[in-house]
Each structure stands twice: as C-alpha cells, then as structure tokens.
C-alpha cells in the first residue's frame, strides 16, 4: 500500500504536472539531487519564490490563470498561482505534493491595494504543502526576496523539514501577517470554492468589477505592485 494516495503525484487540467515546459523546469532546478527529495523541494522552493514574480493583480476567476504551465510561462502570480506551480513542480519531481489555503490578515499591505480590496483580508490564500520524511510538510513560496525587502520582511525560509508559515511581524517589529482561518488540503486548485470564499469575503459586486476590468484589459494585470506605497493595515 502506498504511504500517500496516487493522487498527490499524478497531474490535473490545473497542476499539469506532466506539461513537458514544468517536467524540464523540474529537471533544470533540481540538478543531480535524484535520490534527495528534501533537498529537490527546497531548491523547487527558491525557484518559485524568487523566480516567479508575486502579483496580486494576477486574473484569479478561470481554471487557466492557475495552470501551472501557464505561470511558468507568464513569470508572475499571486500566491495560489505560485502554489499550483510549485505543487505541479513536486509531482513531477516524484514528490507527493497538494495544494491548501487559509484566509490570512496582511497588516503590511499597500494603500491601492487596500483600497480596491476594501479589506486586509486575503480570502483563500495558497500554499504547497510537500510530503517528505514521513509527513506534509507546508511550503509558502508567495513573496518573492525583493518584494519582502520592501515590506521590511525577512524573506520567508524554507528547510523541507518545519512548515514554511508567514511571519507574525517584520523587522520593525510591526504586525505583518495573521491567520484566521484554514480551508483544508487538494489535490487540485478548487477554482469555484476560491471564488465563492473571495465573493463571501469582498463582496459578489466588488468581485465582478474585478473580473470585468481584466475582460477589459485583456486578462493582464494593470498595475505594479512593487512600486506601490506601503502602509500599516
């Protein structure tokens, strides 16, 4: 009998981890490191952290904005775009891997985001969770380095055997990020919970709007994230 269901390594429409793009992707970032699967999470880890850039204002409402071939084509998500492709890339590395969420309250925000969210809520958040040694180990690659430099946030660590979970605080001490509530562990990307949790959370009118402005711009995000003005939520 299998240690984990076959479900955490075999590819979906969302987490195509059989995509030959994410299978070389796979195989450029892990090296020789074959028969060390601790160490080819970590380095999958880094990869996605740093190598795909965090955008808030990624489309979030279609199964293909979280296509794991399709981040890694793009460069850029937000954090469960990021966790669907590190999972995609566990899988097709032979590690078992699945996808969760949790509703968390990011108190180091940026003031336009704030404002279009109405809230410091981030509704359904993602994350990878990797099974290695014996047990799920939770992966958090979001934030990319620069993006934590600029938040004063010590960029979030990860050493494939303690969970990597959001810091309470930042360097300054000030409260940074919160978690309220866990929504459980996938096997693939529940695209109409999330949107059903997001339009509960900011409102079904607000969620619309959203969706209405990418139709406009052409599913492509229309803002900069990173020069935005930081504030204390």
């Known amino acids: 009998m299998n240690e984990v269901d076959d479900k955490y390594l075999s590819p979906t429409a969302i987490i195509d981890s059989d995509h030959k793009e994410i299978i070389a992707y796979a195989k450029e970032k892990t090296g020789r490191c074959d028969d060390a699967p601790i160490e080819k999470a970590i380095r999958l880890y880094y990869a996605v952290r740093d190598g795909i850039w965090y955008d808030p204002y990624y489309p979030f409402y279609l199964a293909e904005h979280f296509r794991a071939s399709n981040v890694l084509k793009s460069g850029r998500g937000y954090c469960v775009c990021k966790a669907s492709l590190l999972c995609a890339l566990g899988r ?20 336009q985001l704030i404002e279009i969210m109405g809230t410091n809520l ?20 979001a934030f990319n380095k620069e993006l934590c430099e600029r938040h004063k946030v010590i ?42 949790g997001m339009e509960k959370a900011y409102g079904k009118e607000r969620v619309r709007m959203w969706i209405d402005e990418f139709a406009k711009g052409g599913a492509r995000s229309r803002r900069e994230f990173l020069s935005e003005e930081v504030i204390t939520a």
């Open 92 to 111: 097709a590395s032979g590690i078992p891997s699945r996808v969760g969420f949790a509703d968390v309250r990011n108190h180091l925000a940026t003031r």
């Open 122 to 141: 981030f509704a359904f958040h993602g994350f990878t969770e990797f099974y290695l040694g014996g047990k799920w180990v939770i992966a958090t690659p």
């Open 155 to 196: 960029p979030l660590e990860f050493n494939g055997r303690d969970d990597s979970l959001f810091q309470p605080y930042n360097l300054e001490k000030k409260q940074f990020m919160e978690y309220v509530a866990y929504h459980g562990s996938f096997s693939d990307i529940p695209v109409d919970l999330i949107m059903a």
